[in-house]
């Protein structure tokens, strides 16, 4: 948003730097498993998410990619929409598919493990 101070730029840059560092592994692990479920069967699937270590990085695999979606998306918007009305809205906007997305696959998430 125009008026920001270089500090708040600054954080901005690392968060966006981490989260990405963050989806390195995140992203293998994910691929990997992916390659182990080829083939299983719905029964299989939830058991697999079940598992807390698997339930773990899920969690932790959604929020690293809605977090850093976010800053991308944030980045973008700040440096081609010139509006003030356009890029608060804008903003808002996309704050708000990033939290209801985010939100949404952590619950897709614990109904998948918890379901009895």
């Known amino acids: 948003m125009s008026g920001q101070s270089s500090a708040g730029g600054i954080h901005h840059w690392w968060a966006q730097r981490l989260s990405s560092l963050a989806l390195i592994p995140l992203s293998l692990w994910f691929v990997a498993s992916a390659l182990t479920l080829i083939g299983a069967d719905h029964a299989h699937f939830t058991a697999w998410v079940g598992e807390p270590g698997n339930m773990l990085m899920m969690v932790l695999l959604i929020v690293a990619v809605f977090y ?49």
Do not use: K, P
């Open 68 to 116: 850093h979606t976010g800053q991308g998306l944030q980045v973008v918007i700040e440096d081609y929409i010139h509006s003030e009305a356009a890029l608060r809205s804008s903003l808002i906007a996309t704050r708000a598919f990033v939290y209801i997305g985010g939100v949404s696959c952590l619950l897709s998430v614990f109904t998948i493990a918890f379901r009895s």
